[in-house]
């Protein structure tokens, strides 16, 4: 049976000329990038050079991008290092109730530090007003942290609106652009955007490497403190190899983003199309702001987890973020913010593409999709 992987916000395989990059870097130019010798030289110029591939990218300067542990250790950071450095400014952080738990876990932290976080709500799509930002600033308020895209449902945010207020208001912006950066056109300058984070394993690079864009005139401090790595922003030997491998991913999927993109969402409106044509079948998400590989989908009468199970059994691997997935048991964060009850939530499912995937596989989903929720609905304890 062939095996369809549909979790590619989830993660994604490295990919054959990210893993090739890589390879010297483990063996013979192992070096650490602060030693003096030529091995280290030559760890420290491969390095400046990623640096420079990624910032270019997203219009920055290769001094402002802190290569990180991943996404989590970029939000933490971000959040964590500009609210104590500006606590002499202010107190208040604005962010919004559908966050990647790297960043509401850090805000629930700070507010036992003695900061104030207002979580903005979201429309029925997921989308966040940019008035409501505006209507949230107080003269306390030191950073604006707001996700460029969501994992969950795949909805695009309003960032470049919400730069510009927050510039306004000389307020600063933090986005975590991780289900976005190599999949949507970044321009840190032109949106405003004065912290960004990124992470390397859902671009087709390695796991454990990421980083977080820094623009010079921001006041952050670091969180690991140590021998002064990364601008003293982040202490620490560099994963040169994960960072190799990371530049390469991110260069790879710059070039093919256009016409990849434009691919993934030929299949993603397909599969919402005929996925709509199910009885009981509601999409999760904005309609077109979103993400060209994200389809997400509650049924009425559906529990998440066995459909998963049935999915798999298919050769399917899909997510459900009803998050029974993980260890809690409580609803989606995200999907109770667009509106859902704990039924609803429960009985969503999650399709991420990716660049593997063919029409074949989708058409493969479609046959097999529907079959799985009749006969999941002849059993359903649900009442519907
Ligand atoms: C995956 C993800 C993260 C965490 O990134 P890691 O590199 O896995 O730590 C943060 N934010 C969003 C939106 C993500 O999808």
Same mark, same amino acid.
């Given at each position: 049976m062939k095996k369809i992987y549909l979790d590619h916000a989830a993660t994604t395989p490295v990919r054959k000329e990210v893993l090739e990059a890589m390879r010297l870097y483990f063996s013979?130019?192992?070096?650490?990038?602060?030693?003096?010798?030529s091995f280290g030289k030559d760890a420290k110029e491969a390095l400046s050079k990623s640096r420079k591939t990624i910032a270019k990218i997203i219009n920055?300067?290769?001094?402002e991008i802190i290569f990180t542990s991943g996404g989590t250790e970029s939000n933490n950071l971000a959040i964590k290092g500009v609210a104590f450095a500006n606590r002499d400014k202010g107190n208040h952080i604005i962010t919004s109730k559908i966050e990647h738990p790297a960043i509401l876990k850090p805000c629930k932290w700070l507010e036992k530090q003695g900061f104030k976080v207002t979580y903005l709500n979201v429309d029925k799509y997921g989308v966040v007003n940019p008035k409501d930002v505006e209507k949230a600033i107080?003269?306390?308020?030191?950073l604006v942290s707001i996700m460029h895209?969501?994992?969950?449902?795949g909805t695009i945010e309003p960032i470049a609106e919400i730069g510009k207020i927050c510039k306004k208001h000389k307020i600063l912006f933090h986005t975590d652009a991780v289900q976005s950066f190599g999949k949507l056109p970044i321009n840190v300058k032109k949106m405003n955007i004065n912290l960004l984070s990124a992470s390397s394993h859902k671009i087709y690079g390695p796991k454990g490497v990421g980083m977080l864009y820094v623009n010079r005139k921001v006041n952050i401090e670091p969180i690991l403190h140590g021998g002064g790595h990364e601008y003293k922003l982040r202490s620490g030997t560099e994963n040169v190899a994960g960072i190799i491998g990371f530049a390469k991913a991110v260069e790879l999927a710059t070039k093919e983003m256009k016409k990849e993109g434009e691919r993934q969402i030929k299949l993603r409106n397909k599969l919402i199309k005929e996925i709509s044509k199910i009885k009981d079948s509601y999409l999760n998400g904005h309609p077109t702001f979103r993400l060209p590989n994200n389809i997400n989908f509650w049924f009425k009468g559906v529990e998440g987890e066995s459909l998963l199970l049935r999915l798999d059994e298919k050769g399917i691997a899909a997510s459900t973020? %009803?998050?029974? %997935?993980?260890? %809690?048991?409580?609803? %989606?964060h995200v999907l109770t913010a667009i509106g859902l009850s704990h039924e609803q939530s429960h009985g969503s499912l999650r399709l991420t593409l990716g660049k593997e995937n063919t029409e074949q596989d989708i058409n493969h989903v479609l046959e097999v999709l529907p079959q799985i929720i009749n006969s999941l609905r002849k059993i359903s304890p649900f009442k519907w």
């Amino acid at each position: 049976m062939k095996k369809i992987y549909l979790d590619h916000a989830a993660t994604t395989p490295v990919r054959k000329e990210v893993l090739e990059a890589m390879r010297l870097y483990f063996s013979e130019k192992f070096g650490n990038a602060s030693s003096l010798h030529s091995f280290g030289k030559d760890a420290k110029e491969a390095l400046s050079k990623s640096r420079k591939t990624i910032a270019k990218i997203i219009n920055a300067r290769a001094n402002e991008i802190i290569f990180t542990s991943g996404g989590t250790e970029s939000n933490n950071l971000a959040i964590k290092g500009v609210a104590f450095a500006n606590r002499d400014k202010g107190n208040h952080i604005i962010t919004s109730k559908i966050e990647h738990p790297a960043i509401l876990k850090p805000c629930k932290w700070l507010e036992k530090q003695g900061f104030k976080v207002t979580y903005l709500n979201v429309d029925k799509y997921g989308v966040v007003n940019p008035k409501d930002v505006e209507k949230a600033i107080t003269k306390n308020t030191i950073l604006v942290s707001i996700m460029h895209a969501n994992n969950e449902i795949g909805t695009i945010e309003p960032i470049a609106e919400i730069g510009k207020i927050c510039k306004k208001h000389k307020i600063l912006f933090h986005t975590d652009a991780v289900q976005s950066f190599g999949k949507l056109p970044i321009n840190v300058k032109k949106m405003n955007i004065n912290l960004l984070s990124a992470s390397s394993h859902k671009i087709y690079g390695p796991k454990g490497v990421g980083m977080l864009y820094v623009n010079r005139k921001v006041n952050i401090e670091p969180i690991l403190h140590g021998g002064g790595h990364e601008y003293k922003l982040r202490s620490g030997t560099e994963n040169v190899a994960g960072i190799i491998g990371f530049a390469k991913a991110v260069e790879l999927a710059t070039k093919e983003m256009k016409k990849e993109g434009e691919r993934q969402i030929k299949l993603r409106n397909k599969l919402i199309k005929e996925i709509s044509k199910i009885k009981d079948s509601y999409l999760n998400g904005h309609p077109t702001f979103r993400l060209p590989n994200n389809i997400n989908f509650w049924f009425k009468g559906v529990e998440g987890e066995s459909l998963l199970l049935r999915l798999d059994e298919k050769g399917i691997a899909a997510s459900t973020q %009803s998050a029974c %997935s993980s260890s %809690s048991l409580k609803p %989606s964060h995200v999907l109770t913010a667009i509106g859902l009850s704990h039924e609803q939530s429960h009985g969503s499912l999650r399709l991420t593409l990716g660049k593997e995937n063919t029409e074949q596989d989708i058409n493969h989903v479609l046959e097999v999709l529907p079959q799985i929720i009749n006969s999941l609905r002849k059993i359903s304890p649900f009442k519907w």
